[in-house]
């Protein structure tokens, strides 16, 4: 099963943010998305969530049309989004963050809770906490968990790394690795360019909306004049 994106275009009020852009994110695997502020990265992931409108392209999974589906037609077919912001439920303990979650789902919601403490045991500890307490890199991992909670086969995560202490940071990737190891596909959005480049096998580069690079992540590691290319232009 495979997620491919076709010749994508997402608009963002009277602005084209996302120009004809090819992805595949395959299952196991992780394809990383970077590029400048304002490059149309985020607009891509909401795009895909079904958050945003798709204007042109088409977006499949395994084949089946997702263009056009509202966000839970999306979480349901097994793609679950990590927005930018560690936004969570800040009124919410982390219990009932992840019990609203759960409830967009048709059942097993204790076996997905048990499931989802188990890769985040630092939030089983403090369940009953207010998610708005938190520290900004526990408020994502409740984000991470928040996604989790569908069981996705895809996950979209848009900067995680954002504003968060190395150690954390460190913390979620190694979550990210795991969940590669257990099948499921990855879309990451990273600011920092070597972070994602190191745990992706393939990547897309945007500037300005449009794709300047789609292949192989380590071609762009090993080559820094390609990657300045492809991010900034000649």
Known sequence: ?????????????????????????????????????????SELVLALAGVLPVTGGEVRLDGAALTGKGPEAIRRA???AV?????????LSIDDNLRAAGSL???????RLA????VFPELAERKAQ??????????????????????????LI???????????????????TDLKARGVGILLIEQFTD??????????????GKMRYNGPASALAEDSRLLHEAYFGI
């Open 1 to 41: 099963m495979t997620l491919v994106v076709t010749g994508l275009v997402v608009q963002d009020g009277n602005r084209t943010a996302v120009h004809n852009v090819d992805l595949t994110v395959e299952p196991g695997k992780v394809t990383a998305v970077i590029g400048a502020n304002g490059a149309g990265k």
């Open 78 to 80: 097994g793609i679950a």
């Open 83 to 91: 927005p930018e912001g560690h936004r969570v439920l800040t009124d």
């Open 105 to 111: 789902i048709r059942g097993g919601l204790a076996e």
């Open 115 to 118: 499931e989802t403490y188990a």
């Open 130 to 155: 207010l998610a708005g307490t938190l520290s900004g890199g526990q408020q994502q991992m409740v984000a991470l968990a928040h996604a989790l909670m569908s069981r996705p086969r895809f996950l």
């Open 158 to 176: 848009d900067e995680m790394s954002l504003g968060l202490a190395p150690l954390i940071v460190k913390r979620l990737l190694g979550v990210v």
């Open 195 to 208: 972070l994602a480049l190191g745990i992706a096998e393939s990547a897309v580069v945007l500037r300005g």
